[in-house]
Structures are given as C-alpha cells and as structure tokens.
T-cell receptor, first 110, second 112 residues
Framework: KQEVTQIPAALSVPEGENLVLNCSFT??????LQWFRQDPGKGLTSLLLIQSSQREQTSGRLNASLDKSSGRSTLYIAASQPGDSATYLCAVDTGNQFYFGTGTSLTVIP | DAGVTQSPTHLIKTRGQQVTLRCSPKSGHDTVSWYQQALGQGPQFIFQYYEEEERQRGNFPDRFSGHQFPNYSSELNVNALLLGDSALYLCASSLDRGHGYTFGSGTRLTVV
C-alpha cells in the first residue's frame, strides 16, 4: 500500500526566507504527484502538478521537483510571505485514487 | 468557469441519521472522487466514480455509498451516522486518470 510522508509537520519562518517542504512516498508506480495548499477549514487549492515523466514544475515563486525512483518530491517556496501561511499537502496519484500525506503547517512571520 | 461545487457547506446531524452530500464537477471533467478529512489529518479516499460506476473504493464501510449521474455530478450518502463521521468531506473531479484533480471547498459535517 502506498504511504506518503511529509516532513516537517510544522515550520515557522521569518518573512522573506526561502524554504523547502519534503514529501516521500513508498511506491514509485504513480501517474503523477500534486502539491496542494489548504487554508484552515477550507478545501484544497492545487499549486503544482508533476507528471511521472517530469522532473520539475514551476509556478511563480513555487518550484516542485520529483524523483520517482527514490520516492521523493520537494516544494521550494522562494521569498516567503505572510500570505503563504497555510498547510501544504502532497498527494500521489496511482490512477484510481490519491494518497495524501498529513501535511506541513507553514507559518510565515511578518 | 465554475470549478468543483459542493453543497451544503455545513451540516449538523444527529447520530443514527442519514445524510446526502452533493458535488458538481468542473466543466469537462468526467471522474468524481470523494475524500474524508478529519481534523489535523490528510484526506482519506472514500471512492471514485467514472461513467456512473464505482471504479475504486477505499477502506470505508458500506454505510458510505455514492452515485454518479449522467451529467457527471455525484452524491455521497452516509447512513447510520456515528460521531466519528464528523469531518470535512471533499469532492474532487478530474478528466479520467492521470490529469490531476480539482477539489471543491468541502462540506463540513458535524454529528452530535
């Protein structure tokens, strides 16, 4: 069974700092990996989708990488802002369902 | 273009009752999946519907059932509600497999 782990569980950084969130998964047979943002009590907002054949994707200040063979992905956030404060979830798509990690709770201090 | 729409937003039910949650997928999407998210946890897969059939099911009891209509919208039904069913229920739509998912804002179910 696919298991997804996210480290760290929580992170607090001063505004302007660059940061990296980590995601690991146990089974490399995936279609893709998707990073989401979730604000308290809200739904999930898609940030980046990386297909299994891709190495990375970029959107603005966000960059996500995927190393399928080692079962790892990282989300890099440049020049963090207080508005980036949220929980970040990674999920791997096996074709029929997503497996989610428990998320990293990020707080950016002004 | 509306994304995924879920209704109702919030719901309070009594233990033992039945509930129906609704989801309209993003335009052009034909696959609908449902997830349960307990407080502080990642979403857990309930089931996925494609072409009006349940294609895949997670580790949830038969009290959880669903349906997909010809217009691709979907319902999640939960019978004999338990206190432990209190959670945020998320609907996600996609274009078949492997194209990424779009999530709705969720339905917050509270069982008292």
């Amino acid at each position: 069974k696919q298991e997804v782990t996210q480290i760290p569980a929580a992170l607090s950084v001063p505004e302007g700092e660059n940061l990296v969130l980590n995601c690991s998964f146990t089974d490399s047979a995936i279609y893709n990996l998707q990073w989401f943002r979730q604000d308290p009590g809200k739904g999930l907002t898609s940030l980046l989708l990386i297909q299994s054949s891709q190495r990375e994707q970029t959107s603005g200040r966000l960059n996500a990488s995927l190393d399928k063979s080692s079962g790892r992905s990282t989300l890099y956030i440049a020049a963090s802002q207080p508005g980036d404060s949220a929980t970040y979830l990674c999920a791997v798509d096996t074709g029929n369902q997503f497996y989610f990690g428990t998320g990293t709770s990020l707080t950016v201090i002004p | 273009d509306a994304g995924v729409t879920q209704s109702p937003t919030h719901l309070i039910k009594t233990r033992g009752q039945q509930v129906t949650l609704r989801c309209s997928p993003k335009s052009g999407h034909d696959t609908v999946s449902w997830y349960q998210q307990a407080l502080g946890q990642g979403p857990q897969f309930i089931f996925q519907y494609y072409e009006e059939e349940e294609r895949q099911r997670g580790n949830f009891p038969d009290r959880f059932s669903g349906h997909q209509f010809p217009n691709y919208s979907s319902e999640l039904n939960v019978n004999a509600l338990l206190l432990g069913d209190s959670a945020l229920y998320l609907c996600a739509s996609s274009l078949d497999r492997g194209h990424g998912y779009t999530f709705g804002s969720g339905t917050r179910l509270t069982v008292v």
